[in-house]
């Protein structure tokens, strides 16, 4: 447990040095390019730079004016982690917090505020206990029930009067927003009877063609500014639309490289064919991206349709836009999967879902993805797929931050194509594992392939 009240910390002056800088990123410059003094320069070559310009001071600020409770959108999306938060960064300024507390009782940093502590739901704002933060690097995401959706007390077995439900998840990256949301092809979902709504719930959720977040719940990156300033800087008054557009202006001119600015304004223009967004790449690196392209683009994009998880033209539908890749906990006892540490474990939850035809099923997870969206079973631990440029700057990995390096999400898709192969055999292999549902010609990567594929995800 990380309590405020603990007493510690090691290695003070690193931590001290680690904090500082990380502190300190926010009120630069968040721009792409640094000049000979390290400070970096506004990426706004092309109007509108003013929105670009108010966004990014935005961006940094504590937007006081709002009411909230101090934080910044960089406090938590940090520019020198490629806008995002590492469980290793949340610790060392935890640590540094808590030794200049030792020093000066008021000492701040407002990535630890009560609302993303293990124990606000007991102590509100006398919360102390960071623990999912911390250790994980999650914050809170708070999340209505479905109409058919209960919680289940763990002691008596019985539904609960909750209403909402409090999942952690992980801080996405901000680099390369303007190639993720919708990718214009409406999704056609895997064979099976049609969706039957469940007490007047759109049966498919909002967005079936993309959206932002894990589970793609926000439309526009307005929406999504909105919902973060609310549920994580706890805002008191409602942010004006001219905000929230500056906001959303200034990060579609945040990216993880030239070439992936180059691909996001022909997107835009709609000129094709789309420039590729590769740098100079060896032979190792050239080899991973064959390999990548056979295997990973018919979700994660390739050549053709490079933004996101639009999946090749020469792909034979159906294929879904969502899917559920097993990395809640728990996982499936088979196939090889990786089980959750503890850290991570502790925060499942069992549920009770009233299914269409009046039946009920009960399940335990630390996730249900976009089921809490539509109230279906079958979204289960379904969650959005993330475009993958920049993937070596962005470690951990997956939704809850479970996988810590590349050559871990490598070993979990590996027994996650071992479950979906076993359980959908031939003639029935599903197209992200086969182009004719008969021979697996996709999805796996051999042991002699990973060197390769990783030299190319580094170089993504």
């Not at 990014?56 to 909230?68: E, I, V």
């Not at 739901?121 to 914050?139: C, K, Q, T, Y």
């Not at 993330?386 to 027994?415: C, M, W």
Request: aromatic letters at 8%; a neutral charge; hydrophobic letters at 35%.
């Amino acid at each position: 447990m990380y309590k405020f009240k603990n007493s510690v910390i090691a290695f003070f002056a690193l931590f001290t040095i680690i904090y500082a800088m990380t502190a300190a990123m926010p009120h630069t410059g968040l721009g792409q390019d640094s000049n000979q003094n390290g400070a970096t320069q506004l990426d706004c070559d092309e109007p509108p730079c003013n929105a670009v310009a108010r966004g990014r001071a935005a961006f940094k600020s504590n937007l006081s004016h709002l009411g909230g409770n101090g934080r910044a959108c960089a406090d938590c999306h940090i520019p020198s982690e490629s806008f995002q938060l590492s469980p290793a960064t949340a610790k060392a300024r935890f640590d540094a917090l808590q030794m200049k507390r030792l020093q000066n009782a008021n000492a701040d940093d407002p990535l630890f505020r009560p609302v993303d502590a293990d124990d606000f739901r007991i102590h509100g704002d006398n919360a102390s206990d960071f623990s999912n933060l911390v250790e994980n690097g999650l914050i809170r995401v708070t999340m209505p029930l479905p109409l058919n959706v209960k919680l289940i007390d763990s002691a008596t077995g019985q539904p609960t009067n909750e209403t909402s439900v409090d999942l952690w998840r992980a801080v996405m990256p901000v680099f390369n927003v303007a190639i993720t949301g919708a990718d214009g092809f409406a999704p056609t979902w895997p064979p099976g009877a049609p969706r039957l709504p469940i007490m007047g719930q759109d049966p498919n959720g909002p967005n079936r063609q993309g959206g932002y977040q894990h589970d793609a719940r926000f439309a526009t990156l307005q929406e999504q500014a909105r919902g973060a300033l609310f549920a994580h800087a706890q805002v008191t008054v409602e942010p004006k639309a001219r905000l929230l557009d500056d906001l959303a202006a200034f990060q579609q001119t945040l990216f993880s490289s030239r070439g992936v600015k180059k691909l996001a304004n022909a997107i835009l223009s709609g000129s094709m064919p789309f420039p590729d967004p590769d740098t100079e790449l060896n032979e190792l690196e050239q080899q991973g991206k064959k390999i990548f392209n056979r295997a990973c683009a018919q979700c994660h994009g390739g050549t053709l349709h490079p933004s996101g998880s639009t999946p090749e033209t020469g792909i034979v539908r159906p294929i879904a836009r969502y899917h559920n890749i097993q990395t809640p906990c728990p996982r499936p006892a088979t196939d090889d999967f990786s089980p959750c540490p503890q850290r991570l474990a502790r925060n499942a939850r069992t549920y009770r879902i009233t299914l269409a035809n009046g039946a009920t099923q009960t399940f335990t997870t630390s996730d249900p993805g976009r089921l809490l969206l539509t109230g279906q079973i079958a979204d289960l631990g379904v969650m959005d797929v993330p475009q993958l440029r920049g993937i070596s700057k962005t470690a951990p990995y997956f939704h809850n931050n479970s996988a810590a390096t590349l050559e871990e999400v490598l070993d979990h898709y590996d027994a996650f194509f071992k479950r979906v192969a076993r359980l959908n055999p031939p003639p029935n292999l599903p197209p992200l594992l086969s182009s004719n549902g008969m021979d697996i010609d996709r999805g796996f990567v051999t042991k002699d392939e990973r060197a390769a594929l990783l030299a190319y995800l580094k170089k993504l």
